[in-house]
């Protein structure tokens, strides 16, 4: 008698894409209970995304530092690689979704694309974006054993979201312009 193989569990990948249906749904489900008072709850988790988006931009780059280190092949570049996906794919990925669709759609609700402010904030989001994607290829290559950056580059590039969330987060609070 066969005995049946265990389910594989989804990949990251799947897991990111029901994490973020789910947080879709729940978002408009927010707001379809809350009407008017739904903006708070959509902001918190907008906030709540922003905060997990920025975990992972901050710790990536760590993890390719120490990478680095690593002997192509070994198992701990291996182990590395494994992080580095998840990460992105279970972490950052889904939550630079929801932090863009939530933060536009209460941009557009407080009527702030006008606002000086915002528009400098927006170009500081659309860099920390493309960090993100510098950060998507750098996984890629890391995975085909193709990274030829030393860890003083990683270093270095592990400020870039630092720095841009200091100015995004004084341009939300003081809107200084």
Not at 20 to 28: E, F, H, R, S
Not at 58 to 83: N, W
Not at 115 to 124: H, N, R, V
Request: aromatic residues 12%.
């Amino acid at each position: 008698m066969a005995m049946d193989a265990a389910p594989q569990p989804a990949s990251p990948g799947k897991r990111a894409a029901i994490a973020l249906a789910i947080t879709v749904a729940l978002t408009v489900a927010v707001a379809a209970v809350f009407g008017e008072g739904a903006y708070l709850w959509i902001k918190a988790i907008h906030v709540i995304a922003v905060i997990s988006w920025m975990a992972g931009m901050l710790y990536l780059p760590r993890l390719f530092i120490y990478h680095c280190d690593a002997e192509k092949g070994s198992v701990q570049s291996e182990t590395f690689k494994v992080m580095e996906r998840r990460l992105l794919t279970i972490i950052m990925n889904p939550a630079m979704i929801i932090a863009w669709v939530l933060g536009l759609w209460l941009a557009w609700t407080a009527s702030y694309f006008t606002s000086p402010w915002f528009l400098a904030k927006l170009i500081l989001v659309l860099v920390l974006s493309w960090a993100h994607g510098y950060f998507s290829a750098s996984v890629r290559a890391f995975a085909e054993d193709r990274n030829e950056k030393p860890p003083r580059h990683w270093r270095l590039v592990n400020e870039i979201p630092t720095v841009l969330m200091i100015f995004i987060v004084i341009l939300v609070i003081v809107k200084p312009f």
